[in-house]
Nanobody, 124 residues
Framework: VQLQASGGGLVRAGGSLRLSCTAS????????VGWFRQAPGKEREFVVS????????LYAESVKGRFTISRDNAANTVYLQMNSLKPEDTAVYYC??????????????????WGQGTQVTVSS
């Protein structure tokens, strides 16, 4: 399984970015997906997960109402639209594929494949 994350960058507080995660090697349209982030000196933190159908999403409280996850199964791609960004959103963002195709787990240990990460920096 290979995951490729992209779309990070430098943005001012209040701005927006859209991250993409393209998958190969696993039946993407039949598997849940998650986004996590990791700031320097901190543990990897759950952001959002999405069911394989795209009908169920679980958001961290810190991003609820600002971030939106979606997927295009035909393109094997998951998107994370991030609006109203804050300096505390600064981190490397990782997309992950869980061990169970049904899992919306908030625990990074339940994911066995990760993309390489994409840096998001929000300036104040």
């Amino acid at each position: 399984v290979q995951l490729q994350a992209s779309g990070g960058g430098l943005v001012r507080a209040g701005g927006s970015l859209r991250l993409s995660c393209t998958a190969s090697g696993r039946t993407f349209d039949n598997w849940a997906v998650g986004w996590f982030r990791q700031a320097p000196g901190k543990e990897r933190e759950f952001v959002v997960s999405l069911s394989f159908s795209g009908s169920v999403a679980l958001y961290a409280e810190s991003v609820k109402g600002r971030f939106t996850i979606s997927r295009d199964n035909a393109a094997n791609t998951v998107y994370l639209q991030m609006n109203s960004l804050k300096p505390e959103d600064t981190a490397v963002y990782y997309c992950g594929s869980p061990r169970s195709r049904y899992s919306l787990s908030q625990n990074s240990y339940d994911y066995d494949y990760w993309g390489q990460g994409t840096q998001v920096t929000v300036s104040s």
